[in-house]
C-alpha cells in the first residue's frame, strides 16, 4: 500500500538540533536544499539522522553541512552511503557569500537546527549562530525555571 501524498507545502519534521538553541544565540536563520543519494532520503524518511555536533562550513563557493549523522539503509547494502559525509546545501550564490563573510569575519557559526521534508524535497533549517557565555546559559536556565513555577502557580489555582 503507497503512503499518501504530502500536500504541497506540507512540513514533516525529521529531527531537530534542540541542543542548538541552549549553546547558540541564533541571530538569522534560512532554508536551504540538501543534495542527497537515495539511500540517504530512504533513511531520512525512516527518521535515521541526528544533528548533534554538525555544522555548516564554506568551501569555495560552496556551502556544505559536515558532522550531520544520516544512518544507514539497510536494504541499500551495494548503494549504501557513509553516515556523516559532507553534504552540499543548495543556496543562491548571494546567501552563501553574505554568510560566509560573516562566518570568516566576525566569529559566527552555520548551525543546522532542523531537518524535514517540505513538499517532498529534503530541506534544513540553518542557523547564523553566535556562542552564548556561561552567564547567558545560567541566565536562560533561571529564566526558564521561573517560567515553569509560574505555570506551576498558575495550574493549582
Known amino acids: 500500500m503507497a503512503k499518501p501524498q504530502q500536500p504541497p507545502g506540507a512540513e514533516s519534521i525529521v529531527t531537530e538540533n534542540r541542543r542548538a538553541k541552549f549553546d547558540y544565540k541564533v541571530e538569522d536563520s534560512l532554508e536551504a536544499g540538501l543534495m542527497l543519494i537515495g539511500s540517504e532520503v530512504k533513511a531520512l524518511r525512516n527518521g535515521e539522522a541526528s544533528l548533534s555536533d554538525s555544522y555548516a562550513a564554506p568551501k569555495g563557493k560552496e556551502l556544505y553541512l559536515m558532522s550531520a549523522h544520516i544512518g544507514a539503509y539497510k536494504p541499500a ?27 570568516a569575519e566576525r566569529g559566527y557559526s552555520i548551525i543546522p537546527l ?19 557565555t556561561h552567564e547567558d546559559r545560567r541566565h536562560t536556565i533561571k529564566e526558564r525555571e521561573s517560567k515553569r513555577e509560574l505555570d506551576r502557580v498558575i495550574r493549582k489555582r
Open 77 to 103: 547494502t551495494h548503494f549504501a552511503h557513509l553516515p556523516t559525509r559532507p553534504r552540499k546545501l543548495l543556496l543562491h550564490r548571494e546567501q552563501i557569500d553574505k554568510w560566509g563573510a560573516k562566518v
Open 114 to 132: 532542523m531537518i524535514y521534508f517540505k513538499g517532498g524535497k529534503a530541506k534544513v533549517k540553518l542557523g547564523l549562530c553566535t556562542g552564548k
